[in-house]
């Protein structure tokens, strides 16, 4: 089945074939330079763009910021960037189950900020809005508070939070097409689309890239005008962080 | 005196049919083997899942699957997933009816400590600030004292905030304590064989004690 009608009304039929596709990771990142600050998508180890970390590492790039909810593991994820020193600052809402993050941490090496989820979450979609601010109640009272502006409404202080500014977006789909329309997967969408939404310059690793017409313009969650990049990635391991079963 | 499984089950009664419900991780996860069959209740996890069912048999687990403790889950019937943005949304905008989650310290006044030990390595509050600052309904479920056996029921938190005037009630080993919106522990019940004298040792805060205390039925 394909999703929208042949072109019959305007001169150019190129109008739906906006090609985002690059060769591959190395080809998407090529031009991140050290000190750029980047958004890197997934929950624990689940829906992280796992080509273009490796791209990353292999690349050498250092210096760099990364907004990312968690920092990976030792040997995956972000922790594979944490390892080679190229990361200078986190900032992230749980940065646990990670000796060398520890490890840098307490010796100087590594600056971290760590800011609750929501707002981790709501500063990227108000970058994807083009709203400069957010108002949310989570750190009132709290040291996450010290120093920020708080406005009442309603009778409730709220914490004033900038949008995100970010260099890259880097996430991973479970399908997109040529467009740089994206569909995730499960929890495996979690921080993508808001990140997406949220770069100067987004790049998306998909593990299916199809040809535009084969996704149902009603099931995409990040339209492609948020995509400038896209890639079938390879060779996803797409590893479980705490396998946890029940007896049949 | 109740074990963590025990305070799992005494916290399963407070959730009523209808609920919308988030557990945090640690005894409140326990806490959804024992809802009661006979209500519908839908459990909210905030990397952004609607209807989260139980642990999936061995072989069947999905990576791209889990909680917000990172564990391999399933969906029941009915669930629906959304990004990480939309999930504190229905968090912040209090359409989460019970959130139940742990704590080091719970103060008289409703202050929740439960993210950050000055001196050790600080793992992050991840979403434990944005539901304690939103919800309406919050359980904490947590031992009575810590384990170098100070109280963790206190009259002022002693470890950087999580969240403030925000804890409704709270279940431990000991005993089920409401924390008054004018502050102050009132106790409601005590664990079976446990004794209000215990309690009142174990509570460091002000605890208000108001004629019989029954034994907890669980």
């Not at chain 1, 994807?128 to 709290?142: E, R, W």
């Not at chain 2, 069959?37 to 139980?54: A, C, F, H, R, T």
């Not at chain 2, 309406?136 to 999580?162: D, F, R, W, Y």
């Not at chain 2, 431990?172 to 005590?190: I, S």
Request: one cysteine or more; charged letters at 25%.
């Amino acid at each position: 089945m394909v999703y929208g009608q042949k072109n019959t009304i305007f001169t150019s039929n190129q109008l739906l074939n906006m090609n985002k596709v690059v060769s591959g990771a190395d080809e998407a990142i090529k031009d991140i330079k050290d000190g750029m600050t980047l958004m890197l998508g997934g929950f624990g180890l689940c829906g992280i763009p796992e080509n273009c970390i490796a791209a990353l590492v292999k690349k050498g790039v250092k210096g760099l910021t990364c907004i990312s909810n968690n920092a990976g593991v030792d040997d995956f994820g972000i922790g594979l960037m944490l390892k080679t020193k190229q990361v200078k600052k986190m900032i992230s809402s749980y940065v646990g189950e990670n000796a060398e993050f520890e490890r840098q941490l307490l010796s100087g090496e590594l600056e971290v900020e760590l800011i609750p989820q929501g707002t981790l979450a709501t500063r990227c979609m108000a970058a994807g809005y083009g709203m400069p601010v957010i108002f949310t109640p989570a750190g009132i009272g709290t040291e996450i508070a010290e120093g920020k502006e708080v406005r009442n409404f309603n009778g409730k202080d709220y914490l004033m939070e900038m949008a995100f500014d970010a260099d890259f977006a880097i996430v991973k789909a479970w399908k997109g097409d040529s467009m740089g329309n994206l569909v995730f997967r499960a929890t495996a969408r979690n921080f993508n689309p808001v990140m997406a939404m949220a770069g100067k310059i987004t790049i998306a690793e998909v593990e299916e890239l199809v040809e535009p017409g084969e996704l149902d313009p009603d099931h995409i969650h990040t339209p492609g005008i948020y995509v400038h990049r896209i890639f079938q990635g390879k060779n996803y391991e797409k590893r479980i962080e705490q396998k946890t079963v029940r007896k049949k | 005196m109740l074990d963590k499984e025990g305070i799992a089950k005494r916290i399963a009664k407070e959730i009523k049919d209808g609920y919308y419900v988030n557990l945090g991780i640690g005894i409140p996860t326990l806490v959804a083997n024992y809802i009661p069959k006979d209500i519908d209740v839908v459990l909210q996890s905030e990397n952004g899942l609607l209807g989260m069912g139980p642990f999936p048999f061995e072989g069947e687990e999905d990576a791209d699957l889990i909680n917000a403790g990172k564990q391999t889950i399933t969906m029941l019937p009915g669930s629906s997933v959304f990004d990480s943005a939309m999930s504190f949304g229905m968090i912040r905008a209090k359409k989460v009816n019970l959130t139940i989650l742990g704590a080091m310290e719970v103060s008289e006044n409703g202050d929740i400590a439960n993210w950050k030990i000055p001196g050790k390595m600080v793992k992050g509050m991840g979403g434990a600030m944005d539901l304690v600052a939103s919800a309406e309904n919050i359980i904490v479920a947590m031992q009575h004292v810590n384990k170098a056996g100070e109280s963790k029921l206190l009259s002022k938190c002693s470890l950087p905030l999580t969240g403030v005037n925000c804890v409704k009630k709270i279940v431990t080993e000991l005993a089920v304590l409401d924390v008054l919106p004018d502050g102050g522990f009132k106790l409601l019940e005590r664990a079976p064989g446990v004794s209000v004298e215990e309690i009142k040792k174990a509570t460091a805060g002000k605890l208000i004690i108001e004629g019989e205390i029954p034994e907890m039925i669980i």
